[in-house]
């Protein structure tokens, strides 16, 4: 069915103003979910700082040097990563008991959720950054540093496998999920909605350390074109598993494998890149986002790319049928109830 991952926003209450509640308590419940890293934050500044807002402190804080503070990256990165835990509990109270519709109805239009494809998205995500990154080792090692530490990498790691799926879950389903459906209900096409969430994305990724450090155009060229990425491929393939796969395998790689000056993600990782080519990453990533979409199209065989720009026709007075999961496994099933 054409736009069915869509039309499932017509189940339902899906009122505008529900929309708009919906929207504030999600962001409420994020924002309420940082009070525990900035409280910690603000301690340590007005300790160190004699009790004053110095400008220095304040610059190491907005770069989140954790270990200039004296705060054990870990338990830094782990605080981060609640206030997301927070907003998808909050997401889900919207769309469950606001909305009064399944969670589920804001990832696909099946009754399961389809772990083939995310675990595509993942692997193939993760692999081509392994491969990119080993090719800027080979081309310039001397701009890498080994830092692996088993005593704070391990820990990382079970940070990563067990909070970091809901920081990327929080984006993806808040994001390609509520906001798109529920703008595209509005507006009754996919185009504005993909736009909007696209600019969205990168404006609230306005406030990472690298927009100071990079400068904000060729951030926000980044973090613009990943969402406008992550939402074209929602589109076609009328499901979010793909950009949930992908958007935690990259946010694991950078997490785990490399970390730099001015990274959102200062972490103990196992190597540590002295520079940042902020052109090279650019290209880098193109390329990888072409070769992502021709894999994924020869698998999926994605047949109409047309339909980002066709009007969507939702039921009047129904909700759509839902369509039955043809996944690649048989296991994992989510319940439709979620």
């Avoid at 200062?266 to 002295?274: A, E, V």
């Avoid at 902020?278 to 880098?284: A, D, K």
């Amino acid at each position: 069915m054409k736009h069915s991952f869509f039309k499932r926003a017509i189940e339902g209450k899906n009122e505008f103003w529900i929309y708009f509640v919906g929207f504030c308590i999600v962001v409420l419940g994020h924002v309420l979910g940082q009070i525990p890293i900035s409280v910690l934050l603000l301690a340590k500044m007005f300790k160190d700082g004699g009790g004053s807002m110095d400008p220095a402190l304040q610059d190491k804080m907005a770069s989140l040097d954790f270990e200039y503070f004296g705060i054990d990256p870990n338990l830094g990165f782990f605080l981060i990563l609640l206030s997301f835990v927070i907003g998808v509990i909050a997401l889900y109270i919207v769309v469950k008991y606001l909305h009064k519709r399944p969670f589920l109805s804001i990832i696909t239009p099946h009754t399961s959720l389809d772990w083939g494809k995310l675990s595509f998205g993942f692997f193939v995500w993760l692999a081509m950054a392994l491969i990119g990154e080993g090719i800027g080792m080979y081309m310039d090692p001397d701009n890498y540093v080994y830092t692996l530490e088993w005593s704070t990498f391990i820990p990382l790691v079970i940070i990563c496998l067990l909070v970091l799926p809901w920081q990327t879950s929080f984006e993806e389903t808040f994001m390609r999920g509520y906001l798109m459906q529920g703008l595209a209900l509005w507006v009754k096409n996919p185009f504005i909605p993909w736009i909007v969430t696209s600019v969205f994305f990168g404006l609230l990724h306005g406030m990472n350390p690298e927009i100071g450090e990079f400068g904000f155009w060729k951030m926000m060229i980044f973090y613009i074109g990943t969402g406008a990425f992550l939402g074209l491929i929602t589109i076609l393939d009328e499901s979010l598993e793909l950009a949930l796969g992908i958007h935690f395998a990259n946010n694991l790689f950078g997490a785990l494998f490399v970390s730099f000056d001015g990274s959102a993600l200062q972490t103990p990782t196992m190597f540590r890149s002295l520079e940042m080519d902020t052109e090279y990453m650019l290209v880098g990533w193109a390329i990888v986002v072409l070769i992502f979409l021709g894999l994924a199209q020869l698998k999926y065989k994605w047949k109409n790319w047309g339909k980002l720009f066709e009007r969507i026709e939702f039921p009047k007075n129904e909700n759509p049928p839902l369509k039955p999961i043809v996944s690649h496994s048989s296991e994992n099933i989510i319940d439709e109830s979620l």
